[in-house]
């Protein structure tokens, strides 16, 4: 137990029950998570505006290697269009969506860490 006797072993896990790491860090995991799906629209959009030859051959060699063939199969006609026909719009609520979902991420470390040292006064808005 990395040389950790019993007693201090029982103290730091009820640390981690008190400050509810375990539950800080499933609510991070999710913003995370949800943040990265904003974010791959917005990179396939922004694949649009890129003027480089073979993209969509690249593109469907790399997801061939790590999406199933099922999957792709379903998602290959989508970016094809993303790819071939850029959409200002699309873009925009892309990189806006990831923006707003990971700063709610942002929010929930500093509360995390408020938590976690104890730190009572907030953070003024501005910042």
Not at 68 to 75: N, S, T
Not at 96 to 121: D, F, N, P
Request: glycine share 10%; proline share 5%; charged share 15%.
């Amino acid at each position: 137990m990395g040389g950790l006797s019993k007693v201090e072993l029982l103290r730091r896990l009820k640390e981690i029950q008190k400050h509810d790491c375990l539950g800080s860090a499933a609510q991070l995991a999710y913003y995370f998570l949800f943040a990265l799906f904003p974010f791959l629209l917005f990179l396939t959009s922004l694949l649009g505006y890129v003027p480089v030859p073979d993209l969509m051959d690249r593109i469907l060699e790399l997801l061939a290697k790590v999406v199933p063939g099922e999957a792709l199969k379903l998602i290959q006609g989508h970016i094809r269009d993303l790819v071939s026909n850029p959409r200002g719009g699309l873009l925009s609520f892309g990189i806006l969506a990831a923006l707003w979902v990971s700063s709610s991420a942002m929010t929930a470390i500093i509360e995390t860490l408020h938590r976690a040292y104890g730190v009572q006064e907030g953070v003024p808005f501005g910042r």
